[in-house]
């Protein structure tokens, strides 16, 4: 515990000359039950009253979340600041509150346990060992080192006044917690095993007296108290060993009484309906007094229930932009925003109409006096009393009509019908007819030995040999002699020349000249064909020279 531990009045304490406040004898007294198992030591515990369940800590911070019963629930370990020696519950501001022996406050989400904010604490406190939070949301801390309850705004930062418990020779406080169902306080000794009950402002209720023998808390021994802490949920107090494992289960001698009020569980959200304020003075429900006390959906009190709601007749500021009207009304007993003429849906030119059914405002208008029009450039449809629909003024009708008429079917006979007739008919007559026919009919022979380039070869370079170019356009002509004047005879149909003698019935044949002859030979065999048949030296009976080859027998002969 890192406290002196000297004993004072081993047999209980005296009381000294002390003020003794009257109280419900059910709300201070206590008679142990039964012993809890907690597994360690406990220097620190707290009961969230919200959830149900019972912390428990060493002073290192391991700690177990307990059932009221002592069922575990599961391990934890709250924030490491340094030694710890008090918790307790925030119900209003819902947070675990944790306090070490250096007076450092460390505040925690209460399921995590995670920390969500830290403080050091002054005002001449020392040894900080124990924690409550009282109804008036102020913080009471027990000062070990300075034997008082320092009572600080629920900050920290503000002192609000200081309990010296020496007054009444009451030293060693270790530990505090609220009575349930009362606002006095019970705080215990380490050094005494004593116990008494105070009220907020000091004034001693119960005497003190030793823990097991005297009241407050009667039934068995202690050796270091520690850990105390209350539970509304059935008004028990629990008092655990410093160094043992395990807390003391105490009831009210009155039995078990629920005295959880909307603080303990869960404030404001703990209210609601008819009572939906949770009274700081009394711990309970009630209505609403003022609109101050209303807050989210709700903004407006109604006084006549005590009930916070959107809004009353006389006061709609809520519906001053809900697109269902300006006006407060009650729909089914529950207040809503709403109306009553066209005036809560918008302006007289709005084109917003009241809806007297649901008494909704919707889009609409209605020619009748005293009720909403359309904006400027519309026209309502309404020519009753039935709300009509704003629209666009049409244009006149001619406009519409005869533009339309013309482009539509004028132009597009026009378009589609002669045109197309001159271009599909004319047009493709003249390329289909003369172009063929002259490219079809003087393009090539089809001939075996004259099937391409002969036609242009005769036309360009006519042979003595045959008169002139073929005198017939037929392609067909060429399939036997040629038609024109041949030559007179000569030398060179006995062979002597490498021509071939025409067959009966038929002329000499010309074969195309070999894809390999060059043009250079060309030119040489058709200077030599310029020459008389007299003087052509192959006449006489010359022979070329051996090995030569002889021009007209490059190409064998074509049947």
């Not at 019963?69 to 490491?80: H, I, K, N, Q």
């Not at 040999?465 to 005198?471: E, I, L, P, V």
């Amino acid at each position: 515990m890192g406290k002196a531990c000297s004993r004072f009045f081993s047999g209980g304490f005296a009381l000294a000359a002390a003020v003794l406040v009257a109280a419900p004898a059910w709300a201070q007294e206590f008679r142990y039950v039964r012993t809890v198992p907690t597994g360690m030591g406990v220097e620190a515990s707290y009961f969230d009253s919200e959830r149900g369940h019972v912390a428990v800590f060493n002073p290192s911070g391991a700690g177990r979340f307990l059932r009221t019963d002592g069922t575990l629930l599961r391990t934890v370990s709250a924030p490491s600041t340094g030694f710890l020696d008090a918790a307790a519950y925030d119900t209003i501001g819902h947070r675990a509150l944790f306090l070490t022996q250096d007076c450092t406050l460390t505040e925690a989400n209460p399921e995590t346990l995670t920390m969500t904010a830290t403080r050091r604490l002054g005002h001449g406190m020392s040894i900080c060992a124990g924690l409550g939070v009282g109804r008036d949301n102020n913080l009471y801390i027990a000062s070990y080192g300075t034997n008082e309850v320092v009572v600080l705004d629920r900050t920290g930062a503000t002192l609000v006044r200081r309990i010296a418990l020496a007054s009444f020779r009451f030293s060693g406080i270790d530990g505090l917690a609220y009575i349930p169902g009362s606002d006095n306080i019970l705080v215990a000794s380490s050094t005494g095993a004593g116990a008494a009950v105070i009220s907020p402002t000091g004034a001693v209720v119960i005497a003190p007296g030793a823990i097991g023998a005297a009241r407050p808390l009667q039934g068995t021994t202690i050796s270091v108290p520690d850990g105390l802490t209350s539970l509304c949920a059935n008004g028990h107090v629990w008092l655990c060993e410093a160094y043992s494992p395990q807390c003391y289960d105490f009831q009210q001698t009155t039995g078990d009484r629920s005295t959880c009020g909307c603080h303990e569980t869960g404030g404001a959200n703990a209210c609601g309906g008819a009572t939906p304020i949770c009274d700081d003075d009394t711990n309970n429900c009630r209505g609403c007094l003022a609109d101050s006390e209303c807050l989210g959906g709700t903004p407006v009190c109604d006084t006549a229930s005590g009930r916070c709601v959107l809004c009353t007749t006389m006061n709609a500021r809520a519906c001053a932009r809900s697109p269902d009207g300006r006006a407060c009304i009650a729909a089914a007993g529950v207040p809503s925003c709403g109306c009553a003429t066209d005036g809560d849906c918008g302006g007289a030119t709005s084109g917003r109409v009241c809806d007297p059914m649901p008494r909704r405002c919707a889009d609409g208008c209605s020619t009748a006096p005293g009720r909403n029009g359309c904006p400027a450039g519309l026209r309502c449809t309404s020519t009753g009393s039935e709300p009509g629909r704003c629209e666009e003024v049409p244009d006149a009708a001619p406009m519409d009509t005869t533009p339309d008429t013309a482009p539509d079917t004028t132009p597009d006979t026009t378009a589609d019908t002669t045109p197309d007739t001159v271009l599909d008919t004319a047009p493709e007559a003249a390329t289909d007819t003369a172009p063929e026919v002259a490219q079809d009919l003087g393009a090539a022979d089809t001939s075996r030995d004259d099937t391409g380039p002969q036609g242009p070869q005769d036309t360009s370079r006519p042979d003595p040999r045959d008169a002139g170019a073929d005198t017939s356009s037929s392609p067909t002509l060429d399939a036997g002699t040629d038609a024109g004047t041949r030559p007179p005879a000569t030398a060179e149909q006995g062979g002597s020349c490498g021509c071939r003698a025409a067959g009966a019935g038929g002329g000499a044949r010309w074969g195309f000249l070999a894809a390999w002859a060059a043009a250079g030979y060309l030119r040489r065999r058709s200077s030599r064909r310029a020459l008389p048949r007299g003087n052509d030296p192959r006449s006489a009976g010359n022979s070329d020279p051996p090995g030569r080859l002889r021009p007209q027998k490059d190409h064998p002969a074509r049947n």
